[in-house]
Nanobody
Framework: VQLQASGGGLVQAGGSLRLSCAAS????????RAWFRQAPGKEREFVAA???????HYAESVKGRFTISRDNAKNTVYLQMNSLRPEDTAVYYC????????????WGQGTLVTVSS
């Protein structure tokens, strides 16, 4: 399965961006499709996931600000990011995951989000 993230860019604090994750399919045996991010000098961290059987899950740091959704017809998952903060600056990646949000398969190419203060 090939995953491609897009939609990143430069935005001022308080602004919004919508990221897209286009996929060629779904990883066999996966539980969800998730967004992760990696800020400079930090480890990659979980951001949000949409569960194939229904439901979503968010990291505490983005709850109430970010919304994950999916378009099954387009095989695309979106991440709507509102009220962006400088600490949201990172490269954002999407990936299929197992139930513990361990990555299933390979990472897609990331997209850079930069939030200026």
């Amino acid at each position: 399965v090939q995953l491609q993230a897009s939609g990143g860019g430069l935005v001022q604090a308080g602004g919004s961006l919508r990221l897209s994750c286009a996929a060629s399919g779904r990883t066999f045996g996966s539980y969800a499709r998730a967004w992760f991010r990696q800020a400079p000098g930090k480890e990659r961290e979980f951001v949000a996931a949409v569960i194939w059987s229904g439901g979503t899950h968010y990291a505490e740091s983005v709850k109430g600000r970010f919304t994950i959704s999916r378009d099954n017809a387009k095989n695309t998952v979106y991440l709507q990011m509102n009220s962006l903060r400088p600490e949201d600056t990172a490269v954002y990646y999407c990936a299929d995951t197992y139930s513990g949000y361990e990555v299933a398969g390979v990472w897609g190419q990331g997209t850079l989000v930069t939030v200026s203060s």
